[in-house]
């Protein structure tokens, strides 16, 4: 997940007649996607397999977000009329509330991920600084996050977005390092060591290989989260035909990049030396293979990236709420603008659920990895949507009236997308789902305050029994945590 996409968009402070070429497209979803995750990819991969079980991995992600990018595809040329698509989507195919579900969970999902990046700051800086830092959630880091926090809010508010050159300082500063990190580990690369970590490595517990790929799951999903980056700015494209191909473009080089950063410190260094260093593990696999000025390289590319991916995903949460404001799927307040054309009010929403979860994780046991893999969770219920939606489109025939050959093909990538997002839920486990409906359950005040607005229904039938599930979840979720039985 993440960068500095929106940085680099139109955004809400936007006049409607700005709009995007392909490059820009392509550019948001290759932004979206190299972010904080990629950093930490070498660790989380080696506490849980060897490269036999990466390559498993990565093909297991790869294919279904490659299906799930062909979804996006497919959707943006054959359904133009919905903009907004990866909660649009969702409304259009399954009613309301679950439109309103999947607005809320890419919402709660961007706000988690803004979490997890003040933490890897911390972390980061408690490389250097372990005595003031440490892991990130100690009382001095969660200060120094709440005072950025609000310092990007406040010039946000002011317009700063619109500076546009800022993605391009922020790309290059987080490319470049991971580039010449690849080529550092090429360079340094050990056939003999590699070939010893291939099936597991020496010193690491025995683990089936189910369990080990099963293991990774959660931190390929959070790596990939951006491959929407182009649907959600779609009703800014030149053409929508490029939302589609960007999203193809993107996906396909930065795969090849998070690939890379993973399968080649298994060559310099023994797994169970990769899995021990810290976060973010890049630097310290890194470290291993040429030295201390290895590490400080890495460092620095994570703190401009993340600061970078702090402002993008900023204006994503704010985008999204203020575009479910316009659409009605949340209170109509949040589509409120200041004299900036900044909308005010989603944007203070955000910022102060973010500064709660940040004071949160200082009685998180593992606060780096637990605010990764819920961010992961929360962003998969609106892709399993948007994949649901494809399959249902390529079914009925909408949109594909001049190309009735596509119907066949496209059902058959959106069935596979929807079959892997299922999958992830269940490689992420009980524990996730139910913490996600613990935050799925108050939010749906939302949805009644906008339904009320609207003076409509509020359920139907069918949304009535998806509210009660995700009620008896929720306090179940509730009676884990007060009793100990689930720890974040």
């Known amino acids: 997940m993440t960068s500095s996409t929106a940085s680099s968009t139109p955004s809400v402070s936007s006049k409607s007649e700005q709009k995007l070429p392909l490059s820009s497209l392509t550019a948001m979803v290759i932004g979206s996607m190299v972010g904080a995750g990629i950093f930490n990819l070498p660790g989380r991969f080696a506490t849980a397999t060897g490269p036999f079980g990466a390559l498993i991995a990565w093909a297991i992600a790869g294919t279904g977000m490659y299906m799930l990018a062909r979804v996006f595809q497919a959707l943006a040329e054959k359904r133009p009329d919905i903009d907004n698509g990866v909660f649009a989507y969702a409304k259009a195919g399954f009613g309301d509330y679950v439109g309103f579900l999947s607005a809320f969970g890419y919402w709660i999902g961007s706000v988690l991920g803004n979490v997890f990046y003040w933490v890897l700051i911390g972390t980061t800086l408690g490389r250097f600084f372990p005595q003031i830092f440490g892991d990130g959630t100690s009382v001095i880091a969660i200060i120094v996050s709440l005072v950025g926090v609000w310092a990007f809010h406040f010039m946000i508010l002011r317009g700063v977005k619109e500076a546009t050159y800022v993605n391009t300082i922020v790309t290059v500063a987080k490319i470049v390092p991971l580039i010449l990190a ?213 079914r009925s025939g909408v949109g594909y009236e001049t190309t009735p050959n596509e119907r066949g093909r496209d059902q058959i990538f959106a069935w596979i997308a929807v079959v892997y997002t299922i999958f992830m839920f269940i490689a992420a486990g009980l524990k996730y789902v139910l913490l996600m409906t613990v935050l799925f359950a108050p939010g749906t005040i939302l949805y009644f305050w906008a339904r009320w607005e609207q003076k409509a229904r509020l359920f139907t039938p069918v949304e009535l029994g998806l509210f009660a599930v995700t009620l008896i979840a929720a306090a179940i979720g509730v009676y884990g945590l007060a009793t100990g039985l689930i720890t974040p």
């Open 182 to 394: 690849v080529l550092l580990f090429v360079f340094f690369f050990n056939y003999s060591q590699f070939s010893e970590n291939f099936f597991g490595g020496v010193g690491m517990p025995d683990k089936s290989l189910v369990a080990q790929v099963r293991d990774t799951m959660l931190i390929t999903v959070f790596v990939f989260i951006g491959i929407e980056g182009a649907s959600v700015y779609s009703r800014y494209a030149t053409k929508r035909s490029d939302v589609g191909v960007a999203t193809i473009l993107g996906f396909v080089g930065v795969t090849g990049l998070m690939v890379a950063i993973t399968l080649l410190p298994y060559a310099v260094a023994p797994r169970a030396a990769i899995s021990e260093v810290a976060n973010p593990s890049l630097a310290g696999a890194l470290e291993l293979a040429v030295g201390h000025w290895g590490a400080v390289l890495i460092s620095i590319g994570v703190l401009i990236s993340v600061l970078g991916a702090f402002l993008a995903w900023t204006l994503i949460c704010a985008e999204v709420l203020f575009a479910a404001g316009k659409s009605q799927d949340m209170p109509r307040l949040f589509a409120a603008q200041n004299s900036n054309k900044v909308p005010a009010i989603a944007l203070w929403l955000s910022n102060i659920v973010v500064s709660l979860f940040i004071i949160s994780t200082y009685w998180s046991r593992d606060a780096f990895n637990f605010m990764l893999d819920m961010t992961s969770v929360t962003t998969l219920l609106p892709y399993l949507l948007v994949a649901a939606y494809g399959a249902l489109v390529a």
